[in-house]
């Protein structure tokens, strides 16, 4: 039995001890959410472009942005059949609101209800995006206002509920204190330690790091790799990836329109292109001959940023990209965008069971402590013993062992038993450190020398305590992966 | 004495600096070298003013960028990634240099390269990555020999006048210890530079720090930076100006842009550096804070020419009674008398300025003690109470920076009664020496029958010498907190931690125990954990508790010379007023007519230089 299966079976028992109480519906709640697409909740503090990259996951432009603070509700955005927005709140039954489409975001007319009385927004939207993951876009902390960043850490770390988010992507400008006690707010203490396990670091605007050098992406991909080796960062998120999230957004929703007035950009000759965009002042002021309008410069500003127009300037300049189709390829390389779904999928959506499973899990925990009636013990037991025997959980268990610096040894041999035991991507060849294209006799052989390799660690008398606790269960990770390719040949 | 007044200056250091050089004179002329001293001491800061403008924010938001477009050169080192981890002091130099200053009274310092400054700057990296084995052990033995902050000199006109900027490290966010240091340099600092970038509306650490700042510094500015980059930037100040506006604090927001700056400056570009927004800035800096600075040093030493004349005067005063009637010589001479008793009594540990001052230190000694122990005592009760509630292995690293800031929190508290207590004691002191002699001094005016005497207007004195009286404790506690080595508070924080916990972990994998297990091992980490902060606050109590001894001792100290001093020289003027004044019964007429002419012309000088002192002093 999987493990998606063994907490569907104990839910299945749960349901019958609480029926007729006031928990039936939630413990149904539960089973359901365990087939929806997996909740990844974008986190982080005022400002850090948590819309702007929600826009860019999605491709499509429907949360708004400004420069000042904007989002103010918790906003889920799930794929469906119907667009609709749907208000629910405080203590009152959810509510279908009207909205408005335009060319920039979904503007919804809250109907004279006041956002501090809303406690979630739901925006259903057939997308493909969607479809792997429902976004949770959320107030910033740090905010000035005490409701809204309330609001932000309710959602992340409810007090008393499991969380309603299975995974975070968590936006860090560059790293700041109160980043990490949000973070470590959203982990919880049962399944684990401090969890890396089911949260990415996003260091966003990383086109703003140089203030706008051309080389700016490059100069944040290399803090971003170092902040994922620093033993705090990696206590608490699996890696951090930069993500320049306008650029990811304006490319995804590229027009013809915009790349005609920039071609007049990159047009002029290079000193007076060059003392143009000095700065945003002057490329709205500057130059009437250049043919365009201020309100058409205002909105590129919007939509590219200084530091995007000197990109596209330079790389149409080149010739490096011309046509919107290309430049839109380009932008989108080099935003970081792509890298993030990667990521994305090896160390989310590749662990969706486990992530969903550990989300039903919790609140059973949970629930089982707080309101306890007979039967409900036979149900404790039973969630503890999937949480303290199933292997994915074993595995997480000591990645967070290894990530919080409890398990001694060897670098490379920390850094193999991490690998193999998924810290990198569940996937058999990321497990053993091979190429995607690896072939099956090449994974087989890795595969058992690998598991050779730790038995032999398991059992020598030189190994400490936790390397061999560790060792044991990247054994049968070992097995497991040998298993699934003897099955597939 | 030549009057050049009659072509007055604008600059109130030139003005101060002119009157106090005639106050000199005026002393040597008249052998009271000991009235000399204090102006030369005041003629001295007058020359160099130093006056501190610390540039503080957050993390990146362009603090260095702005100091090297303020100056127009490359002093402060700027990178994408590592920040500045030692503070920078700028100031004016008449040929480029540099040097590190080390901890020490007084600092020590050594002469570095100017290319040379960037390695001591930045924040070293703490992988050692890039350095390799070797080069990691070099960094890790510099890193024990790290500075306490580096001075560099430019010859800049900007920094002419004594103008010296600061630029801080933003590491560790402004909620944390550095902030509190940060804060507490600002106290001592004649203005604070806040920046903040245009990407953003202020947060709320950063528009609690600036409502804190706002009651610890005299001036304080808000720099909005990087406008040339975010176009929204007007949108931004606006809703920050709304933000300070709600919340009560009266801060202006000058928004500028460093990059357009430099450039300017590099390509002598004046309307690009209109553009750039620094213009206001300078103005601010050089208007507001070096205005306001050294028109109140220029008062200051002012005021200490009025009160040197005054002296001198009615010294003479005493003989010129004497002269005019010589029947009244002898009342004069006894009065004069019973006034050196009165002196000498307050010069006498009896004297009741004396026993405020020992009174008021002892007072004050026992309540900074008494409130530390109180607010360590909550801090502990604080940290029990966040250790009961989780696993202190989750959360170890974390208390120890939180443990941290609130101790720094609350020794900036303890310190800020210290200092307010302080303050207010030093003007006591000095309320009551004024009385005494005051007293003295209107003994003066009492035997002195004739007009001029009234023409002194001797309330007006009394203010003067009261704002000198503040000042005082204020030297005391720069000689303490202050000057050179602006972070001594950081430097105590950081000396102590909270040491490893023993994890004790072992990776438990069995079914029922997994529960049991952590529970016990959790109960264990508490009692250690609660040892450890117990441990840690009792260090930073007691190396606290001596600083703030040691400081009110100096206080005292200071004090205690001040006033004696003061004493002495009323004691001497007395003298001198008696000595003459029972020389003068001896003079035939010829000599007392000659001698009377002499007395009224240099009494008319003085009259004039005093009124002088205090058009200086009243600007």
């Given at each position: 039995?999987?493990?998606?299966?063994?907490?569907?079976?104990?839910?299945?028992?749960?349901?019958?001890?609480?029926q007729?109480?006031?928990?039936?519906?939630?413990?149904?709640?539960?089973?359901?959410?365990?087939?929806?697409?997996?909740?990844?909740?974008?986190?982080?503090?005022?400002?850090?472009?948590?819309?702007?990259?929600?826009?860019?996951?999605?491709?499509?432009?429907?949360?708004?942005?400004?420069?000042?603070?904007?989002?103010?509700?918790?906003?889920?955005?799930?794929?469906?059949?119907?667009?609709?927005?749907?208000?629910?709140?405080?203590?009152?039954?959810?509510?279908?609101?009207?909205?408005?489409?335009?060319?920039?975001?979904?503007?919804?007319?809250?109907?004279?209800?006041?956002?501090?009385?809303?406690?979630?927004?739901?925006?259903?939207?057939p997308?493909?995006?969607?479809?792997?993951?429902?976004?949770?876009?959320?107030?910033?902390?740090?905010?000035?206002?005490e409701?809204?960043?309330?609001?932000?850490?309710?959602?992340?770390?409810?007090?008393?509920?499991?969380?309603?988010?299975?995974?975070?992507?968590?936006?860090?400008?560059?790293?700041?204190?109160?980043?990490?006690?949000?973070?470590?707010?959203?982990?919880?203490?049962?399944?684990?330690q401090?969890?890396?396990?089911?949260?990415?670091?996003?260091?966003?605007?990383?086109?703003?790091?140089?203030?706008?050098?051309?080389?700016s992406?490059?100069?944040?991909?290399?803090?971003?790799?170092?902040?994922?080796?620093?033993?705090?960062?990696?206590?608490?998120?699996?890696?951090?990836?930069?993500?320049?999230?306008?650029?990811?957004?304006?490319?995804?929703?590229?027009?013809?329109?915009?790349?005609?007035?920039l071609?007049?950009?990159?047009?002029?000759?290079?000193?007076?292109?060059?003392?143009?965009?000095?700065?945003?002042?002057?490329?709205?002021?500057?130059m009437?001959?250049?043919?365009?309008?201020?309100?058409?410069?205002?909105?590129?500003?919007?939509?590219?940023?200084?530091?995007?127009?000197?990109?596209?300037?330079?790389?149409?300049?080149?010739?490096?990209?011309?046509?919107?189709?290309?430049?839109?390829?380009?932008?989108?390389?080099?935003?970081?965008?792509?890298?993030?779904?990667?990521?994305?999928?090896?160390?989310?959506?590749?662990?969706?069971?486990?992530?969903?499973?550990?989300?039903?899990?919790?609140?059973?925990?949970?629930?089982?402590r707080?309101?306890?009636?007979p039967?409900?013990?036979?149900?404790?037991?039973?969630?503890?013993?999937?949480?303290?025997?199933?292997?994915?959980?074993?595995?997480?268990?000591?990645?967070?062992?290894?990530?919080?610096?409890?398990?001694?040894?060897?670098?490379?041999v920390?850094?193999?038993?991490?690998?193999?035991?998924?810290?990198?991507?569940?996937?058999?060849?990321?497990?053993?450190?091979?190429?995607?294209?690896?072939?099956?006799?090449?994974?087989?052989?890795?595969?058992?020398?690998?598991?050779?390799?730790?038995?032999?660690?398991?059992?020598?008398?030189?190994t400490?305590?936790?390397?061999?606790?560790?060792?044991?269960?990247?054994?049968r990770?070992?097995?497991?992966?040998?298993?699934t390719?003897?099955?597939?040949? | 004495?030549?009057?050049?007044?009659?072509?007055?200056?604008?600059?109130?250091?030139a003005?101060?600096?002119?009157?106090?050089?005639?106050?000199?004179?005026?002393?040597?002329a008249?052998?009271?070298?000991?009235?000399?001293?204090?102006?030369?001491?005041?003629?001295?800061?007058?020359?160099?003013?130093?006056?501190?403008?610390?540039?503080?924010?957050?993390?990146?938001?362009?603090?260095?960028?702005?100091?090297?477009?303020?100056?127009?050169?490359?002093?402060?080192?700027?990178?994408?990634?590592?920040?500045?981890?030692?503070?920078t002091?700028?100031?004016?130099?008449?040929?480029?240099?540099?040097?590190?200053?080390?901890?020490?009274?007084?600092?020590?310092?050594?002469?570095?390269?100017?290319?040379?400054?960037?390695r001591?700057?930045?924040e070293?990296?703490?992988?050692?990555?890039?350095?390799?084995?070797?080069?990691?052990?070099?960094?890790?033995?510099?890193?024990?020999?790290?500075?306490?902050?580096?001075?560099?000199?430019?010859?800049?006109?900007?920094?002419?006048?004594?103008?010296?900027?600061?630029?801080t490290?933003?590491?560790?966010?402004?909620?944390?210890?550095?902030?509190?240091?940060?804060?507490?340099a600002?106290?001592?600092?004649?203005?604070?530079?806040?920046?903040?970038d245009?990407?953003?509306?202020?947060?709320?650490?950063?528009?609690?720090?600036?409502?804190?700042?706002?009651?610890?510094?005299?001036?304080?500015?808000?720099?909005?930076?990087?406008?040339?980059?975010?176009?929204?930037?007007?949108k931004?100040?606006?809703?920050?100006?709304g933000?300070?506006?709600?919340?009560?604090?009266?801060?202006?927001?000058?928004?500028?842009?460093?990059?357009?700056?430099?450039?300017?400056?590099?390509?002598?570009?004046?309307?690009?550096?209109?553009e750039?927004?620094?213009?206001?800035?300078?103005?601010?800096?050089?208007?507001?804070?070096?205005?306001?600075?050294?028109?109140?040093?220029?008062a200051?030493?002012?005021?200490?020419?009025?009160?040197?004349?005054?002296?001198i005067?009615?010294?003479?005063?005493?003989?010129?009674?004497?002269?005019?009637?010589?029947?009244?010589?002898?009342?004069?001479?006894?009065?004069?008398?019973?006034?050196?008793?009165?002196?000498?009594?307050?010069k006498?540990?009896?004297?009741?300025?004396?026993?405020?001052?020992?009174?008021?230190?002892?007072?004050?000694?026992?309540?900074?003690?008494?409130?530390?122990?109180?607010?360590?005592?909550?801090?502990?009760?604080?940290?029990?109470?966040?250790?009961?509630?989780?696993?202190?292995?989750d959360?170890?690293?974390?208390?120890?920076?939180?443990?941290?800031?609130?101790?720094?929190?609350?020794?900036?508290?303890?310190?800020?009664l210290?200092?307010?207590?302080?303050?207010?004691?030093?003007?006591?002191?000095?309320?009551?020496?004024?009385?005494?002699?005051?007293?003295?001094?209107?003994?003066?005016?009492?035997?002195?029958?004739?007009?001029?005497?009234?023409?002194?207007?001797?309330?007006?004195?009394?203010?003067?010498?009261?704002?000198?009286?503040?000042?005082?404790?204020?030297?005391?506690?720069?000689?303490?907190?202050?000057?050179?080595?602006?972070?001594?508070?950081?430097?105590?924080?950081?000396?102590?931690?909270?040491?490893?916990?023993?994890?004790?972990?072992?990776?438990?994998?069995?079914?029922?125990?997994?529960?049991?297990?952590?529970?016990?091992?959790?109960?264990?980490?508490?009692?250690?954990?609660?040892?450890?902060?117990?441990?840690?606050?009792?260090?930073?109590?007691?190396?606290?508790?001596?600083?703030?001894?040691?400081?009110?001792?100096?206080i005292?100290?200071?004090?205690?010379?001040?006033?004696?001093?003061?004493?002495?020289?009323?004691?001497r003027?007395?003298?001198?007023a008696?000595?003459?004044?029972?020389?003068?019964?001896?003079?035939?007429?010829?000599?007392?007519?000659?001698r009377?002419?002499?007395?009224?012309?240099?009494?008319?000088?003085?009259?004039?230089?005093?009124?002088?002192?205090?058009?200086?002093?009243?600007?």
């Amino acid at each position: 039995m999987n493990l998606l299966e063994r907490t569907r079976s104990v839910l299945t028992t749960a349901r019958q001890v609480y029926q007729d109480t006031t928990h039936d519906t939630r413990l149904s709640e539960l089973a359901d959410r365990l087939d929806e697409p997996l909740r990844v909740a974008i986190a982080g503090r005022v400002k850090a472009g948590k819309s702007t990259l929600l826009n860019a996951l999605v491709g499509d432009r429907l949360a708004p942005t400004d420069a000042g603070e904007c989002t103010r509700i918790i906003t889920w955005y799930q794929d469906g059949h119907t667009y609709q927005v749907t208000a629910h709140p405080t203590g009152e039954a959810p509510r279908q609101l009207r909205f408005n489409r335009d060319q920039t975001a979904i503007e919804v007319d809250l109907a004279g209800l006041s956002p501090e009385k809303i406690t979630r927004l739901t925006i259903t939207w057939p997308s493909q995006a969607l479809r792997t993951a429902t976004l949770i876009d959320t107030p910033g902390i740090g905010s000035l206002s005490e409701q809204v960043a309330r609001r932000a850490f309710e959602l992340l770390a409810p007090e008393d509920e499991e969380t309603p988010a299975d995974a975070v992507l968590y936006l860090l400008r560059h790293l700041h204190r109160n980043d990490l006690d949000f973070l470590r707010a959203f982990h919880d203490t049962e399944v684990s330690q401090p969890n890396p396990v089911n949260a990415i670091g996003v260091l966003s605007r990383a086109d703003e790091i140089g203030v706008g050098r051309l080389d700016s992406v490059a100069s944040a991909r290399r803090i971003a790799g170092k902040m994922a080796t620093d033993p705090n960062v990696r206590r608490v998120v699996q890696t951090v990836v930069p993500v320049a999230g306008l650029l990811a957004e304006t490319a995804a929703t590229l027009t013809e329109a915009e790349v005609a007035h920039l071609r007049k950009v990159a047009a002029l000759p290079v000193s007076d292109a060059e003392s143009l965009l000095l700065s945003a002042d002057r490329f709205a002021e500057l130059m009437p001959a250049l043919g365009l309008t201020s309100i058409e410069r205002e909105a590129l500003l919007g939509r590219f940023g200084l530091f995007g127009i000197r990109l596209v300037a330079s790389l149409v300049r080149h010739g490096v990209a011309t046509t919107a189709t290309e430049l839109a390829a380009e932008l989108t390389d080099r935003s970081g965008i792509s890298e993030l779904r990667e990521v994305l999928n090896t160390l989310f959506f590749q662990r969706r069971d486990v992530l969903k499973s550990r989300s039903a899990l919790l609140a059973l925990d949970r629930l089982t402590r707080t309101e306890p009636r007979p039967g409900s013990e036979a149900v404790a037991t039973e969630v503890e013993e999937i949480i303290a025997s199933a292997h994915p959980f074993r595995e997480l268990r000591i990645l967070s062992a290894i990530r919080a610096g409890w398990v001694d040894g060897k670098s490379d041999v920390v850094a193999e038993l991490e690998r193999l035991i998924g810290g990198g991507g569940a996937a058999t060849h990321q497990r053993l450190g091979l190429p995607a294209d690896a072939d099956h006799a090449t994974l087989t052989s890795a595969a058992s020398e690998a598991l050779a390799r730790w038995q032999r660690r398991a059992e020598s008398p030189l190994t400490s305590h936790e390397l061999a606790v560790a060792a044991r269960v990247a054994i049968r990770s070992c097995e497991g992966m040998l298993a699934t390719l003897r099955e597939s040949r | 004495m030549a009057m050049a007044a009659d072509k007055p200056s604008a600059d109130p250091i030139a003005q101060a600096t002119a009157v106090v050089d005639l106050g000199l004179r005026a002393c040597q002329a008249y052998g009271r070298e000991d009235l000399a001293e204090r102006l030369t001491v005041a003629r001295r800061t007058l020359a160099d003013p130093s006056i501190h403008i610390v540039v503080v924010g957050e993390f990146k938001q362009g603090k260095s960028s702005l100091v090297n477009a303020l100056v127009g050169a490359k002093a402060c080192p700027v990178d994408d990634d590592v920040a500045t981890a030692v503070p920078t002091y700028l100031r004016h130099g008449d040929k480029p240099s540099a040097e590190l200053l080390f901890e020490g009274d007084p600092p020590q310092r050594e002469p570095i390269a100017l290319n040379e400054v960037r390695r001591w700057v930045v924040e070293q990296d703490p992988t050692g990555l890039a350095a390799g084995a070797g080069g990691a052990a070099v960094a890790v033995a510099e890193q024990q020999r790290r500075p306490a902050g580096v001075e560099v000199r430019l010859p800049r006109t900007l920094l002419a006048g004594g103008l010296v900027l600061v630029d801080t490290p933003g590491v560790g966010g402004l909620g944390s210890t550095h902030s509190t240091a940060s804060l507490a340099a600002a106290s001592m600092a004649d203005a604070l530079l806040f920046v903040t970038d245009a990407s953003q509306e202020l947060t709320r650490s950063e528009l609690d720090f600036l409502a804190r700042a706002r009651q610890m510094c005299p001036t304080v500015v808000c720099v909005q930076t990087k406008t040339d980059f975010y176009p929204a930037w007007r949108k931004v100040k606006a809703l920050n100006e709304g933000h300070l506006a709600a919340a009560g604090v009266e801060i202006p927001i000058i928004a500028v842009s460093s990059a357009l700056r430099s450039r300017a400056v590099a390509g002598n570009d004046r309307g690009m550096n209109e553009e750039s927004g620094f213009p206001a800035l300078v103005s601010f800096i050089t208007d507001r804070v070096r205005g306001g600075a050294t028109g109140r040093l220029a008062a200051e030493a002012a005021a200490g020419v009025a009160a040197v004349c005054e002296q001198i005067a009615s010294q003479f005063e005493a003989e010129r009674a004497a002269l005019a009637d010589p029947a009244a010589a002898a009342r004069v001479v006894e009065q004069l008398s019973g006034v050196k008793t009165r002196v000498e009594a307050l010069k006498s540990a009896a004297a009741r300025w004396s026993q405020t001052l020992s009174d008021g230190i002892a007072d004050l000694t026992s309540d900074v003690d008494h409130d530390l122990r109180g607010r360590i005592r909550d801090v502990i009760t604080e940290a029990d109470k966040a250790i009961e509630d989780v696993d202190p292995a989750d959360t170890w690293p974390e208390m120890q920076s939180w443990l941290e800031q609130v101790v720094a929190a609350e020794m900036l508290a303890n310190y800020t009664l210290l200092r307010d207590r302080a303050t207010e004691l030093s003007e006591q002191v000095g309320q009551h020496f004024q009385e005494a002699s005051g007293e003295v001094l209107r003994q003066f005016a009492v035997t002195n029958p004739t007009p001029l005497a009234t023409s002194i207007e001797v309330d007006h004195n009394i203010e003067l010498d009261k704002m000198k009286v503040g000042k005082q404790a204020m030297v005391a506690l720069k000689a303490a907190y202050g000057g050179a080595i602006m972070f001594v508070m950081l430097g105590v924080m950081t000396g102590f931690t909270l040491g490893p916990l023993a994890l004790g972990i072992g990776v438990v994998m069995g079914r029922k125990g997994l529960k049991d297990e952590k529970k016990r091992q959790i109960a264990t980490r508490q009692t250690q954990a609660k040892n450890a902060v117990r441990r840690y606050c009792d260090q930073v109590s007691f190396v606290m508790g001596k600083d703030s001894r040691d400081t009110l001792r100096r206080i005292q100290r200071e004090l205690r010379d001040h006033y004696t001093a003061l004493a002495d020289q009323l004691n001497r003027s007395n003298a001198e007023a008696l000595r003459s004044a029972s020389e003068a019964t001896n003079r035939t007429q010829t000599e007392r007519d000659r001698r009377l002419q002499n007395l009224t012309a240099e009494l008319d000088r003085l009259r004039q230089l005093r009124q002088r002192a205090e058009a200086v002093a009243n600007r």
